[in-house]
């Protein structure tokens, strides 16, 4: 059998192609820098050469905006006369999406050698997995995914409005949080994104109407870091592709909002053994584990240094000013989700913790890559998390920005945040945040219009 850089099995097309006949096109999907997934839609004849020799993308799309627009200063841009990279299918990846009728398969580039792109997001996790499995140690995580179901027509004032119910077209302005009625009234919708996962290799767990109109949550089975990353990429664009076909929109804004509930992305993680088993697990008298313990010192640490990353855009920023259930600190606790940190009161061999900083919006790769390297960093140093947050005590805070251009300035001079990015990604997502950044500090808004225009 053959293998391809990326890991993937050549005979994977082979099968894909047997088992849906009737699939005529493939989406073949990128990850760059901001989470967002370029790439190219194939025709049914090329995806055996897709596994066979890879495709051609530029490698440019690492140092794009979110518009798509070049950043210079990224250093991704017409390196080496412009010339192509070779994207390669990643393995478990391609599936069916049923909404749209085509194949997707998620790809990473590598150079002629063969050799992962270095501005590539998804290797600086894979990278930090080699470290752990060289410490004997197998991370495993889960993400939950916050979003919001909007109509996709903006109402006459200019306002977005919550979707309305796919079974039974009404639309309820209320908050209705962990409503299971209002779950059935949106249940067309959400069948179909459960079927969309099961082609996909997919395993969707629970579902929750979340704290605002037409707001959800949904969990992704726990199962290898990597993988779990690569769930969240299939997960959102399950979700908005199959919204669109509803009449709806699906939106991953941190903060679409303002007067209501952000979106996060908490990250559930732990690390098992050799064979299996939690390592996180508490100790026969009950007492947590020091591992994990040292885990959390870890991350407490660099997680200052980590909130670009976290909060990657101005709109991520606008998350934390209403701190209900959005952590504003570098706190930890037990059963408590004002902190970033938060251990679950599930406990014995179950237990991990969840890191709540992270927004919707923020790469999975990123994400999860900053987190474990904290984490192992923390057990390496043997370093305390301190005390753990209780009842009203006030949070802690400290050591985080307090701006997106406090977060982009203290990422560009983290030696921890360069070496878990690698210096190429790490020069490529500074240049384009800055560049982000200065593109809205350019922009007058209505806002400044309506409160300075016309009185100051």
């Known amino acids: 059998m053959t293998y391809l850089p990326s890991g993937a099995a050549a005979d994977e097309a082979e099968t894909f192609l047997t088992t849906y006949p009737e699939v ?137 409005l919550p979707a309305r119910y796919a079974l039974t077209g009404r639309r309820s302005p209320h908050r209705n949080t962990m409503a299971v009625d209002e779950l059935d009234e949106m249940a067309p919708f959400f069948e179909a994104v459960y079927a969309g996962a099961r082609h996909l290799g997919l395993t969707l767990e629970s579902l929750i109407s979340e704290y605002a109109a037409g707001q959800y949550e949904l969990t992704i089975k726990y199962r290898d870091l990597l993988q779990a990353a690569d769930d969240v990429i299939i997960a959102k664009r399950l979700i908005r592709m199959t919204a669109r076909r509803f009449g709806m929109e699906a939106c991953f804004m941190a903060k679409p909002f303002g007067g209501e509930a952000g979106s996060g992305m908490h990250l559930h993680l732990s690390l098992a053994g050799p064979s299996g088993d939690n390592l996180f697990a508490d100790l026969p008298d009950g007492k947590l584990n020091p591992l994990m313990l040292h885990a959390i010192g870890g991350i407490r640490a660099t997680i200052g240094d980590t909130m670009l990353v976290l909060a990657p855009f101005l709109n991520s920023w606008r998350r934390f000013a209403s701190t209900s259930y959005s952590p ?111 593109r809205l500090a350019s922009t007058v808004t209505e806002i400044e219009w309506e409160l300075y225009g016309h009185v100051v």
Request: glycine share 12%; hydrophobic share 35%.
């Open 328 to 438: 504003a600190s570098d706190d930890w606790g037990i059963e408590d989700r004002t902190v970033a940190i938060r251990v679950p009161s599930s406990g014995g061999n179950a237990r991990h913790f969840e890191h709540r900083v992270a927004g919707v919006d923020s790469n999975p790769y990123l994400v999860a890559a900053v987190t474990l390297a904290g984490a192992l960093d923390g057990i390496a140093g043997q370093l305390s998390p301190g005390a753990a947050k209780s009842g009203d005590d006030p949070q802690a805070g400290a050591t985080l920005p307090r701006s997106w251009l406090d977060a982009i300035d203290r990422a560009d001079s983290s030696p921890f945040v360069q070496e878990v990015l690698g210096t190429d990604l790490h020069k490529a997502f500074i240049a384009v945040k800055r560049a982000e950044y200065q």
């Open 24 to 160: 005529e096109a493939i989406d073949v999907v990128m990850t760059d820098c901001h989470g967002i997934g370029r790439g190219k839609i194939i025709r049914r004849h090329e995806l055996q050469s897709l596994y066979r020799s890879g495709r051609a993308m530029p490698s440019s799309l690492f140092g794009q905006d979110v518009t798509g627009d070049d950043v210079e200063e990224s250093g991704q841009v017409m390196t080496d006369g412009g010339g192509d990279k070779r994207c390669f299918p990643l393995p478990g990846t391609l599936g069916f999406m049923p909404s749209t009728g085509r194949g997707q398969v998620l790809v990473s580039m590598f150079d002629e050698r063969g050799v992962p792109y270095p501005a590539d997001p998804r290797f600086s996790l894979v990278a930090q997995m080699e470290r752990a499995r060289r410490s004997g140690y197998a991370p495993m995580g889960a993400f939950e995914l916050e979003f919001y179901l909007i109509d996709k027509d903006v109402a006459p004032g200019g306002q977005r």
